[in-house]
């Protein structure tokens, strides 16, 4: 089986999208499915070499010097090509923007089957990004876009239970079924926390708190800055670790210097998968979290296999993983339990060992070779209904 996927998104530009589908496109790979990604091109960076991708010459999002926009025209041309010299069984379009147009057209002009992963909660992202527009009608505006980018589509895959309430919520009609991303072997490959610690020169006993993930408005870092403060007030040679980057950095770093926490939080940036990564995991004596907008939540299970404890709230998709099996502490997005929780476990190391213990044993349950076979079941039954019935989006972009 050959599956075509669209995205606006991949590596290096990093976050759950580009990592959802690399995970998934290395697993289908054992499960007897080609895959061949449409993606940005983001510059000299680019990995051209990794095979069954192909780039779309872009240009930058204003505000975003992360993103790229593929350019129209360019997304028309690839996808003309691929489909006069190959045959695709299912499309698979990851993303709501340029992507999700030029991919259901092409499995319409095709006759193919066309699914959609919804990555993204856009309903709160967008009074972070767009402040002008009032929040009800930016609620509003969302759930009408993402309802009509649903019709386009003969199914659609949501990372978890939670996620696919809301979808009904809205109204949308489409089949959806729950596949989350899972975690590949690797993730399991033990971290040298020493290692990271010394990188940093941060002493072996100095309580660590760490976060990963984009620093973005809708992670409510804010919130972990304001608890870790509180943190400080028990524990004052705590330290927080934020590892990623994103357009929240510089508010962030505003914040810390406000509340006088400049020697006592660092952002760290990006990391290197393959091993920095692994390395912070395996530093930290607590993993916090308090997002309100993740589909899933993938760094939390993340977290939990190189045995980080965590200290969550559990809003939407991290409420699928936060489980009582999980051995997390979940709180409520309050200040004062939150941060309180937070010192209970730095100052017993039994219970950091009791969680970290169910933490590593409850996410070799979230296999992604398991979550790829799943998806490949779903390519099958898509492509033996045959030709697909969407019609082209009436909102596409024109030309």
């Given at each position: ?29 054992r ?30 999002v ?23 010299g190959?045959r ?8 709501p ?6 991919g ?35 609620r ?50 033990p ?21 990963v ?25 705590a ?161």
């Open positions: 089986m050959r599956v075509l996927f669209v995205s606006d998104v991949y590596f290096p530009r990093v976050n759950g999208v580009s990592t959802s589908i690399n995970t998934f496109r290395t697993d289908l790979a499960c007897d499915v080609e895959t061949l990604l449409v993606a940005p091109r983001y510059g000299a960076e680019d990995c051209d070499s990794e095979p069954g991708i192909t780039r779309v010459a872009g240009a930058r204003p505000g975003d010097p992360e993103d790229r926009r593929m350019r129209w025209g360019e997304l028309k041309r690839t996808l003309r090509q691929l489909g006069s190959q695709f069984d299912v499309v698979h379009v990851h993303t923007f340029i992507a999700h147009y030029g259901t057209r092409f499995a319409r002009a095709h006759g193919t089957a066309c699914v959609a992963t919804y990555h993204t909660f856009f309903e709160e992202y967008l009074h972070h990004y767009v402040p002008a527009l009032p929040r009800r009608a930016g509003l505006l969302a759930r009408a876009f993402t309802r009509s980018q649903c019709r386009d589509v003969q199914a659609l895959i949501a990372p978890s239970e939670p996620m696919r309430a809301i979808l009904h919520e809205y109204g949308v009609t489409t089949p959806i079924h729950v596949v989350p991303t899972g975690l590949p072997q690797s993730c399991f490959t971290g040298d926390g020493g290692r990271f610690r010394a990188s940093l020169g941060v002493a072996a006993d100095r309580p660590l708190v760490l976060y993930g984009r620093v973005a408005h809708e992670k409510n870092i804010g919130f972990l800055v304001e608890a870790f403060a509180r943190v400080r007030a028990a524990l004052p040679a330290l927080l670790v934020i590892a990623g980057e994103g357009p929240a950095r510089a508010a962030l770093t505003e914040l810390v210097a406000a509340r006088a926490l400049a020697e006592h939080v660092r952002f760290v940036g990006y990391l290197d998968r393959e091993r920095a990564l692994l390395d912070c995991y395996a530093a930290a004596d607590v993993f916090v979290f308090a997002s309100r907008t993740e589909t899933q939540g993938l760094v939390l299970l993340e977290a939990m296999a190189q045995g980080a404890p965590l200290v969550s709230t559990a809003e939407l998709g991290a409420g699928s993983i936060l489980t009582p099996a999980s051995g997390a502490v979940v709180v409520p997005e309050s200040l004062e339990p939150f941060a309180a929780a937070v010192v209970r476990v730095l100052g017993d190391a039994a219970l950091r060992a009791t969680l970290a213990a169910r933490g590593r044993l409850y996410a070799q349950s979230w296999s992604s070779l398991a979550m790829a076979q799943r998806l490949a079941g779903l390519y099958g039954e898509l492509s033996a209904r045959g030709t697909a019935s969407a019609g082209v989006p009436a909102g596409a972009p024109g030309g």
